[in-house]
């Protein structure tokens, strides 16, 4: 419902009957039986998977699901892309699949790479440079295990932070330069206000990108308790 009323806010009145229409039919695909049957089946789900970062907040409490931990506040985890929404994998339904947990991890990654289109801008606060990544769906921050579609040749010894404050969007900046910890506090204050802004928040965790499936999480980049209370 906080996710819907964050969509509402930026629709037309007149539209919002259809929101909720959308919001309403999506719930049919969630029936116990119809996931348990795709999800339990390797063939079924294989082209379906996504990787992607999730917030500890947003962790189910009733049952355990497929994550790696990244962060104090983020887990690299994998899902299921549906029509409408998508599902986060429980370790019941996996076990059942003839691949090993890296396998299925590599499966999800190329497929949000191949299957997640996404696009990039530059922007510019306190005259500090971000790319600011942006797509469709819930998956676009499966794109930070392999920058390469998102931003292009980087070169052999890539060295950049990433945020994901929101499912749909990554934050890149690159670490050469001048007052570094003037520009991360500026990229984790505008990746704050972003995430305030829009739905689906992720995490305002900080990580270090050094090439493909390279992600690593940096403490010394943590933000602030005061500024982390905005997802968490």
């Known amino acids: 419902m906080y996710n819907l009323a964050h969509i509402a806010a930026d629709a037309p009145r007149k539209g919002w009957r259809l929101l ?13 039986e119809k996931i348990e049957e795709l999800v339990s089946d390797w063939e079924q789900v294989r082209p379906l998977l996504r990787s992607r970062i999730y917030g500890a907040a947003g962790m189910p ?16 985890g994998l899902g299921v892309a549906l029509d409408r929404t ?28 191949e299957q997640v289109p996404v696009e990039h801008t530059m922007m510019a606060k306190e005259d500090h440079c971000f790319a600011l990544i942006e797509g469709n769906g819930l998956a676009v921050t499966g794109h930070a295990m392999d920058l390469s579609v998102a931003l292009g040749d980087m070169g052999p010894d890539p060295d950049v932070a990433v945020l994901a404050p929101c499912a749909h969007n990554l934050f890149v900046m690159p670490l050469e330069g001048p007052d570094l910890d003037g ?15 829009n739905s689906n928040a992720v995490t305002l965790d900080v990580f270090r990108y050094r090439g493909p499936r390279r992600l690593s999480y940096e403490p010394k980049w943590a933000p602030s308790a005061r500024l982390r209370t905005v997802i968490t």
């Open 61 to 76: 409490m009733d049952f355990e699901v497929m994550v790696k931990p990244l962060g104090p506040s983020s887990h690299l």
């Open 183 to 197: 520009r991360l506090r500026t990229m984790r204050h505008l990746a704050a206000e972003w995430s305030a802004r």
């Open 20 to 32: 909720v229409y959308d919001v309403i039919s999506s719930l049919d695909q969630l029936a116990p």
């Open 86 to 113: 998508m599902v986060m994998v429980a370790r019941e339904h996996a076990r059942h699949w003839e691949v090993s947990l890296d396998e299925a991890f590599e499966t999800a990654t190329r497929n949000v790479l």
